[in-house]
Nanobody, 124 residues
Framework: QVQLVESGGDLVQPGGSLRLSCVASGFTLERTPIGWFRQAPGKEREGVACITSRDDGLYYEKSVRGRFTISRDNAKNTVYLQMNSLKPEDTAVYYC?????????????????WGQGTQVTVSS
């Protein structure tokens, strides 16, 4: 059974950092394009970052560029989202999903096999 499980969410002060993990079971994450998404209260879910199958195409939503980094550890079958300089507007439930192997923002289209999400709260 294909499954993704997110973890690492927490309450953090503005300016702080968190690293989210997306662990796969039932399949290997190596060469699987993965996206991170988030949904804030009262808002639609939005794409945050994508990594392509060959790790040569990284895409970030404009508001997180320079602060967030997506990466992959094949040995641990895990994709990470390192989040630095967190802002209150980053507060949301964060999800990972399998995405199409497209570069640019097209990677956010047609996501599937969603995880259950992990809560990130940025507040003083």
């Amino acid at each position: 059974q294909v499954q993704l499980v997110e973890s690492g969410g927490d309450l953090v002060q503005p300016g702080g950092s968190l690293r989210l993990s997306c662990v796969a079971s039932g399949f290997t994450l190596e060469r699987t394009p993965i996206g991170w998404f988030r949904q804030a209260p009262g808002k639609e879910r939005e794409g945050v970052a994508c990594i392509t199958s060959r790790d040569d195409g990284l895409y970030y939503e404009k508001s997180v560029r320079g602060r967030f980094t997506i990466s992959r550890d094949n040995a641990k079958n895990t994709v990470y989202l390192q989040m630095n300089s967190l802002k209150p507007e980053d507060t949301a439930v964060y999800y990972c999903a399998i995405v199409p192997d497209y570069s640019g923002s097209y990677c956010f289209l047609g996501a599937e096999s969603w995880g259950q999400g992990t809560q990130v709260t940025v507040s003083s």
